[in-house]
Every structure is written in C-alpha cells, then in structure tokens.
C-alpha cells in the first residue's frame, strides 16, 4: 500500500507554518527544488470544502479561512486609521492604471494628491514603488502589492470591475473626461499618461471583500 505523498505533506506544513504567503518558487527552494505545482493542486481540491482553504493570491499561495465562516473569528476592534476618500480614490486609480506616477495620478483625480496620501496606503503594504518611467524626470512609478490581492480576496487585478461595469455606473466619467482634455491639450513636460491598453484585462466582477 502506498503511504502519503512526501512532497504533499511537505508542501502543507511548510504553507502551514509560513509567516507569509509563498510562490511556487519560493516552496520549491525551500524543499530541495521539488515539484510542488502537482502537490498545491491536491491540496487546493482537498481543502476546498473544508473550514480552511488553500488559496492563490497574486502567484502566493497561503491558507485562510472559508469565507463563509470568516464571520466566527472576526473581532471587533477600533480602527485606529481609516482610508480617506483621497487614499481610497488614489488606490483605485493605481489598481487600473498601474504602474502610473503621481503625475498620472493627478491628472485623473483633477486636484494635486498629498504626499501622505501615498505614505498610508505604502505603510498599508497596498502599494509599492516599482520603479521609474524612463522620460524626462525619471518620475516614481506606482504599483499594487500581494497584499493588496490577499486583503481584497482577488487571485489577480483581471477579478477587479471591468471597464465597462465601472462606466455604466458613472464611476468614470471624470476620469474619460481627464483623458480627453489630456489628449486635446497635454501640458508641456508632463508625464505621458497611462491609456487604458496600457492596463491589464479586466473582465470578472469582484467580490464584496
């Protein structure tokens, strides 16, 4: 008869005992460089039903709660920061258009965005620099985190609202609106604005996080 499957039971206790989410290639240095892509399958079907589950968040693998009885472990706790409306408007505009600078940023927002705006949503672990755009001023560029996918429940940015579900809303009107003017009118030395090509797909709706 044949026992467990070594690298399974490897793969499980390694996630289980893991401070933080791990990528495929993060296991597999860990164990030896073992083939772990078969074993993190079995273990997604295995857990699927059960109270805990291993999920895929952003090429990172952790366990967590089945949402259906995320309600049984919730505490409640004061919120000692809360987002404001700008962080909140600063990180959706980021989620779409990544990676975008600050400038971009403005633009789309129509008002100049506070440095500190950006600081609560880095110390969030929500955002990181990814870099710089390589144009006159080599300006920062902005980019959402594993963090942010994990926090919000979405495998990829392809979970959040698609364009055209946003739209219908009304929810970008100011946005099309700012690229337009940017289009008929961009200001001299003014970084070149993100479109939306420049974006990754995004065609399912996102859950309630």
Same mark, same amino acid.
């Given at each position: ?15 289980f005992?893991a401070?933080?989410p ?6 597999s ?47 409640e706790?004061?919120?000692l ?8 408007e ?39 620099? +990814?870099? !710089? $755009? #390589?144009? %006159? @001023?080599?300006?920062?560029?902005? /980019? ?10 979405? +495998?990829? !940015? $392809? #979970?959040? %609202? @698609?364009?055209?579900?946003?739209? /219908? ?9 700012a690229?337009?003017?940017?289009? #008929?009118? %961009? ?23």
């Amino acid at each position: 008869m044949t026992g467990p499957d070594p690298i399974l039971r490897s793969v499980e206790a390694t996630l289980f005992a893991a401070e933080q989410p791990m990528s495929v290639e993060q296991l597999s240095a860990h164990l030896g460089g073992a083939e772990v892509r078969p074993a993190l399958a079995a273990l997604e079907a295995h857990y699927r039903e059960r109270g805990i589950r291993l999920v895929e968040r952003g090429r990172r693998w952790q366990f967590q709660t089945a949402p259906d009885l995320a309600h049984l472990l919730r505490r409640e706790r004061e919120q000692l920061r809360r987002l404001s409306r700008a962080a909140t408007e600063v990180l959706a505009i980021i989620a779409y258009h990544e990676p975008v600078s600050r400038a971009e940023i403005e633009a789309i927002r129509g008002v100049q965005t506070a440095g500190g705006t950006l600081d609560v949503l880095m110390e969030a672990g929500w955002v990181r620099v +990814a870099g !710089r $755009r #390589e144009v %006159p @001023g080599r300006p920062v560029i902005y /980019a959402t985190t594993p963090e942010f996918l994990s926090h919000f429940g979405l +495998a990829s !940015r $392809r #979970e959040l %609202p @698609g364009l055209d579900e946003l739209r /219908a809303a009304g929810l970008l009107d100011s946005v099309d609106e700012a690229y337009r003017t940017l289009a #008929e009118d %961009p200001a001299d030395g003014a970084d070149p604005v993100i479109t939306a090509s420049d974006s990754a797909p995004l065609e399912k709706p996102a859950q309630s996080a």
